[in-house]
């Protein structure tokens, strides 16, 4: 039984047949009717509560078909489905593109017209294992790693990793040591002086910024220790980092520190990790490691794995000079201090002093005039950030929620408290009762174990996440805030949740199948404002949503009414609910299909 018969979806029927049917629910609505306006004794047979009710359905329908006749008008053409893309674009990333293995600037942009299509998945995909399980087993079908690269990969990757036939297995921590990343975590734990890396939260460390994640076993391990880290990698064709990193259900995007500054607010993360990641932090003119100062909150931690030394020159005879070296030689000139090292493991601290910085030499590195400008990808820049900020704020000194009133983030928490269990309420049915089975498949359990990446299209202060951790759901969300919007990122941020500034008028940075769930509120009515195509939004979105993955979105009936006909143009089967609470809002909800050819 598919979602359009649970829900009881409307067939379309003739443009003909609407046409009567507008008509005529308009004459219901618009025509008095003689009998009633001449005779009081007929009113009052009726209790008031029941005409109101009644004539709010038929205003509703009357809107509804009003929608269809005019989406029909604009001719067949335009609500034909989309067809499949080819075999060449399953694993389609916007934006980027690798010629030669060189990494292009970013250049975003949607596909022309005649190009848009569906992008499919691979022939052997399969719907990821549910979390926890899916943390440590994914299906080799699902993400671009070949027998050859897994083989190429270090020694310790091996000992992380078993490939078998159609799946890659990671050590978990039960039982077996967990490949070497508990002692490294407890190593880093050591440097900064705690007793075990349980201890991270104490030391104020809740969000860390992983540059190159390699297949997200620390990121896995910060999970289980309630740190949430967020992976950053480059765009790879094959044997993503962020592309496993998503498949195993932790958070992760594409991006690069070379050129372009990253999608975060200044003083965002508490750390930043890099274990042979592959960057040069002496390249231009120490832009790079000026662009992690920028991310670093106040007291927060630097931490950098790499090979104790390398060449400087062309020489045979050019003395090898530590990567670390260089590292502490400029941290000077930006407040650091190196507080450990261990092997090849070195770990600096950001000041949690704004004065240190007017008492260093005048040769120094200057300051930024700019510390409130929305970082959207803008150029790298050769000054400090972050100095002038309201929150400079260290890190062992949290603060919750700056420049909000109070009541009005309680009253917000309250809504998205009550609109969770809404959402809950109505997919876990559906799920129960149609959710199309796989051979050797059990009996499906509720939502919150099928959904573990979750994304907010339009997330304002971050409390659909904070209700789900409230309700105890396993589900990380992305948090993104649009560019036009207000920048409520920091208090996202603050709050020790992942997000990200983005323009939807863009492609988001990611791989295809890499989200269960997308949800957004109002993010439609915001963007009619901006000039997007929202068919546009719409094939993107399914590009990021996996197969019998969820769309919740909450807007007004007219745009509701128009997104519904977007969604069956992807191929969704879909529903507008009503919210039987007087007002305009409607919620669509869909599912997309598990496409094959």
Not at 29 to 36: A, E, F, G, Q, R
Not at 135 to 152: A, E, H, P
Not at 242 to 267: C, D, H, T, W
Not at 434 to 456: S, W
Request: net charge neutral; hydrophobic share 35%; charged share 25%.
């Amino acid at each position: 039984m598919k979602l359009a018969s649970v829900f009881g979806l409307r067939p379309r029927i003739s443009g003909l047949l609407f046409l009567i049917l507008g008509v005529i629910a308009l004459i219901t609505i618009l025509v008095p009717n003689s009998d009633d306006s001449s005779s009081t004794t007929s009113t009052t047979r009726v209790p008031p509560h029941n005409v109101y009710s009644n004539y709010g359905r038929i205003k509703e329908q009357a809107a509804i078909d009003y929608l269809d006749l005019r989406f029909f008008s604009l001719g067949v053409n335009r609500l034909k489905e989309f067809p499949l893309c080819g075999k060449e674009r399953e694993n389609y990333v916007p934006c980027y593109n690798v010629t030669e293995n060189v990494l292009a600037d970013r250049n975003c942009g949607f596909a022309r017209e005649e190009e848009r299509c569906l992008v499919r998945p691979p022939k052997d995909y399969k719907i990821p294992l549910r979390w926890p399980v899916g943390r440590d087993i994914i299906w080799t079908g699902n993400v671009k790693i070949t027998k050859d690269q897994f083989l190429s990969s270090g020694t310790m990757t091996k000992r992380l990793m078993l490939l078998e036939e159609n799946q890659i297995t990671f050590h978990s921590e039960d039982g077996l040591l967990f490949d070497g990343v508990k002692d490294y975590a407890f190593q880093i734990a050591e440097m900064i002086g705690l007793g075990s890396d349980t201890e991270f939260r104490q030391a104020g460390i809740r969000t860390v910024l992983d540059i190159g994640c390699g297949f997200g076993s620390f990121g896995a391990h910060l999970v289980s220790l309630n740190v949430m880290p967020i992976c950053i990698a480059e765009y790879e064709a094959t044997g993503s980092q962020v592309q496993l990193a998503l498949e195993r259900g932790l958070p992760a995007m594409i991006g690069n520190l070379f050129s372009k500054q990253l999608p975060y607010p200044p003083l965002s993360f508490d750390m930043v990790h890099c274990a042979q990641c592959g960057i040069t932090w002496d390249r231009k003119d120490a832009m790079l490691l000026l662009e992690v100062d920028r991310v670093l909150k106040p007291g927060g931690y630097f931490v950098l794995t790499s090979p104790t030394s390398k060449a400087h020159g062309n020489s045979p005879d050019t003395k090898k000079t530590s990567i670390s070296t260089r590292v502490d030689e400029l941290s000077k000139k930006i407040c650091w201090s190196l507080s450990g090292q261990q092997d090849e493991t070195f770990l600096w601290q950001k000041t949690t002093d704004s004065n240190c910085y007017s008492s260093r030499s005048e040769a120094s590195i200057p300051l930024c005039k700019d510390d409130d400008s929305v970082p959207y990808y803008q150029p790298l820049v050769p000054c400090i950030s972050g100095t002038k900020s309201k929150r400079w704020i260290p890190i062992q000194n949290r603060s919750t929620a700056n420049g909000i009133k109070p009541e009005e983030f309680d009253e917000d928490i309250q809504v998205w408290r009550s609109a969770l269990k809404n959402y809950w309420s109505l997919l876990t049915p559906l799920i129960f009762s149609d959710h199309p089975k796989r051979p050797g498949d059990e009996d499906p359990v509720p939502p919150f174990y099928m959904i573990r990446n979750a994304m907010d299209m339009n997330a304002r202060y971050g409390n659909l996440n904070h209700a789900l951790l409230k309700q105890g759901k396993s589900v990380w969300v992305m948090n993104v805030v649009p560019v036009k919007a207000r920048n409520t990122l920091p208090i996202i941020l603050d709050r020790g949740f992942p997000g990200v500034l983005h323009d939807w008028c863009e492609p988001f940075p990611t791989y295809p199948r890499t989200y269960d769930m997308l949800h957004a509120n109002e993010l439609l009515t915001h963007l009619s404002s901006e000039r997007c195509s929202l068919m546009d939004l719409f094939l993107e979105m399914d590009r990021i949503l996996r197969p019998e993955g969820w769309v919740v979105l909450s807007d007004k009936l007219g745009v509701i009414e128009m997104a519904r006909t977007l969604a069956a143009r992807v191929r969704w089967e879909a529903r507008v609910i009503d919210l039987q609470d007087g007002s305009d809002q409607r919620l669509l909800v869909c599912q997309k299909p598990f496409l094959k050819k």
